[in-house]
C-alpha cells in the first residue's frame, strides 16, 4: 500500500473495530444508518402544500378508497438524501471490478450516455410518423448491419428485449421454421453447459428439454449429442463459448449433426463479447443466435428499464424472423410492419414479440460504442476480454482449484471451485470476505457441472494494476478458506450489515413495511 508524503498510511479497521465505539446516531463516520421511507417520514405530513381538493361528484363507481394511502411525506431535502445515503452503499462498475461471470459488466462510456440523451432519440415518441423518424430508422438499421456482418449471418429482429427475451424469439422461429414444413416437433436440446435460462426458455415455449453431459474438459459431449438426435428434435440450444469459459471446439460437428436430422442450432450469444471480430456464428453453422447489447456492446444492464437483446438469423429461419424490422429503399428507410404483406416476401414471419421495436436509446448507445471502437477495435476488445480472464486464470491456479485449467486458454471468464477448503468452509465465505476487501462477489454456485463454483469475468475495461489487486483480494481470502480461519466465518464485518441468514431471507422475504406493534 502507497504511504503519501505525510507518511500517514491508510489501514481499513481492525475486525470488531466498528463496533467498538458505539455512537449516538449509529453512524460510523460516512457509513451511514440509513433508516426506511416510513421511517423518516410521517403520513400525517407531506414536503409540499397543495389547495385542498374541491368537492366534486365521485366517478368511481363504489371504488373509493376507504382509507388514507398511509405512505410517507417527506421534504425534498429528506427524500433526496435518503436516496443519496442508499447510493453510497451500492457497489457500481464505477467503484471499481465487477467480476460476475456471465455478465460482461464492462464500463459503460459516458460518450454513450451523452448520445442516448440527444432530443432526436430520447424524446422520440413510438407513434411518430416513419418521415419524422427518419434518422432514428437510420440507426436501427446501422445497428442491425453492423451485427449481421459480425456474425454473417442475413435476418435479424431488433425488437427482443434482453437475453432470454432474444432466446424466445429464435426459438419461436425455429417452431414456425417446422411447423411450415408441418413437421410439429417436441424436443430440444440442452448442454449442461448451456445458460441456466436455455431450458427455463424452451419449457416455456412448449418444448421437452432433454440434457446433453459435458465431458471432462467442460465442453458438449459430442457423441452424446449425436445419440439423442431424432425427428422428434426441433434443435439444440447451446452457448459458446459455453459458461465453462470454454470455446466449443466441436461447434461445427455439432451444427452439422443437428441439421442432417432437420434440426436447428440456436446459439446463446450472452459471451459474444469473447469472440466478436475473431469468429462468426455463421460460419460455423448457426441458425439463430440473440447478442446482448448490454454485454458485448456496452449498454446498461437494462438500467431501470428494458434492455435489448436482437437475434440474428441464417438463411434458413431468416423468412419466420418476427416483425418489426427496418428495410433501405433508396435514401429512405421504411419500418416493415404488417404479417401479411405477401407481396413483400414477410407472410412467413411468426408474429411480433412487442408492441413497438425495441429500446432506442440501448440502440444509440451501441450504435456509438461501434463507431468509436471501429472494426479493429471491437476485435481488441475481446482479445483483451480474453487475455484478462487467462491472466487471472493462471494467477489464481495454485491456490484455487481451477478444474479446467488443463482444458487450454479459457474465454472471456475464468472458473474455479471450492476444492480445497477447510471443512465447513465453502464459496460463500470466500464471497462474503471478498466484500470486506471492497468487491463485489464473483458469480457463485454457477454452472452447475461444477461443486462450489466460482466464475470470475475480468472484461476488458480493467486495467492490470486492477486485475493484481482484485487477484491479491481474492488469494488472501481463499488462504483463509484453506487455512479454516473462524474470522472469514464472521465477514462481512466492514459492510453496512452484517451476514444474513440467506436462507431464511429467501424462504421468508419480508417485502411489506409494516408499522411496529406497540408493546
Known amino acids: 500500500m502507497t504511504i503519501n508524503q505525510s507518511g500517514w498510511r491508510p489501514e481499513a479497521p481492525v475486525a470488531g473495530g466498528l463496533d467498538a465505539a458505539p455512537t449516538y446516531t449509529g453512524n460510523k463516520a460516512l457509513m451511514l444508518e440509513e433508516p426506511l421511507l416510513f421511517e423518516i417520514g410521517g403520513s400525517d405530513r407531506t414536503g409540499v402544500d ?101 456474425t454473417n449471418m442475413p435476418g435479424i429482429a431488433m425488437s427482443p428485449k434482453a437475453g432470454a427475451h432474444g432466446e424466445l424469439c429464435g426459438l419461436l422461429a425455429i417452431r414456425a421454421a417446422h411447423e411450415a414444413k408441418g413437421d410439429a416437433r417436441k424436443v430440444i436440446l440442452v448442454p449442461e453447459s448451456a445458460h441456466g435460462t436455455n431450458p427455463a426458455t424452451a419449457a416455456f415455449a412448449g418444448y421437452a428439454v432433454k440434457g446433453i453431459p459435458a465431458t471432462e474438459d467442460g465442453r458438449v459431449d459430442l457423441e452424446a449429442l449425436k445419440a439423442a438426435l431424432s425427428p422428434e428434435v426441433a434443435g439444440v440450444m447451446i452457448t459458446n463459448p459455453n459458461t465453462c469459459g470454454l470455446f466449443e471446439r466441436d461447434m461445427i460437428a455439432i451444427c452439422e449433426a443437428v441439421h442432417a436430422v432437420g434440426g436447428y442450432v440456436y446459439c446463446d450469444g450472452a459471451n459474444f463479447n469473447a469472440i466478436v471480430g475473431r469468429v462468426r456464428p455463421g460460419d460455423l453453422g ?73 429500446q432506442m436509446g440501448m440502440f444509440v448507445r451501441a450504435a456509438a460504442y461501434m463507431l468509436s471502437h471501429g472494426a479493429d477495435g471491437l476485435k481488441q476488445v475481446s482479445e483483451d476480454a480474453v487475455l484478462s480472464a487467462n491472466y487471472i486464470l493462471r494467477s489464481l491456479e495454485d491456490t484455487l482449484d481451477a478444474p479446467f485449467a488443463k482444458s487450454g486458454p479459457c474465454m472471456h471468464e475464468a472458473i474455479f471451485s471450492d476444492a480445497g477448503f477447510a471443512e465447513g468452509f465453502s464459496t460463500l465465505d470466500v464471497a462474503k470476505g471478498l466484500i470486506d476487501e471492497g468487491f463485489h462477489p464473483m458469480t457463485m454456485y454457477f454452472p452447475l457441472v461444477v461443486h462450489g463454483a466460482m466464475l470470475i469475468e475480468p472484461t476488458e475495461t480493467e486495467s492490470k494494476a486492477a486485475l493484481d489487486q482484485f487477484i491479491g483480494a481474492l488469494r488472501h481470502v481463499a488462504e483463509k478458506a484453506k487455512a479454516g480461519d473462524a474470522g472469514l466465518k464472521a465477514a462481512p464485518v466492514h459492510a453496512p450489515r452484517r451476514r444474513l441468514d440467506e436462507t431464511a431471507a429467501a424462504r421468508k422475504p419480508v417485502l411489506v413495511w409494516k408499522e411496529p406493534t406497540q408493546g
Open 50 to 150: 397543495l389547495p385542498e381538493a374541491p368537492k366534486v361528484k365521485s366517478r368511481l363507481a363504489g371504488l373509493e378508497r376507504l382509507k388514507p394511502i398511509e405512505l410517507p411525506g417527506l421534504t425534498e431535502p429528506e427524500a433526496v438524501r435518503h436516496y443519496t445515503r442508499l447510493s453510497r452503499q451500492n457497489y457500481a462498475i464505477d467503484l471499481g471490478l465487477f467480476p460476475l461471470g456471465s455478465c460482461t459488466m464492462k464500463h459503460n462510456p459516458r460518450l454513450n450516455e451523452k448520445m442516448a440523451r440527444l432530443p432526436g432519440f430520447a424524446d422520440l415518441h413510438p407513434l411518430t410518423p416513419v418521415d419524422g423518424t427518419q434518422g432514428a430508422l437510420a440507426l436501427i438499421h446501422l445497428v442491425a448491419e453492423w451485427l449481421k456482418t459480425l
Open 286 to 358: 448457426v441458425d439463430a443466435m440473440h447478442i446482448n447489447l448490454h454485454k458485448t456492446f456496452s449498454t446498461p444492464h437494462g438500467g431501470g428499464g428494458p434492455g435489448s437483446g436482437p437475434v440474428v438469423f441464417s438463411a434458413a429461419l431468416a423468412p419466420y424472423a418476427p416483425l418489426p424490422f427496418v428495410e433501405k429503399h433508396g435514401d429512405r428507410y421504411a419500418l416493415v410492419e404488417e404479417e401479411t404483406v405477401a407481396a413483400e416476401g414477410h407472410n412467413d414471419a411468426f408474429g411480433r414479440m412487442v408492441a413497438f421495436h425495441g
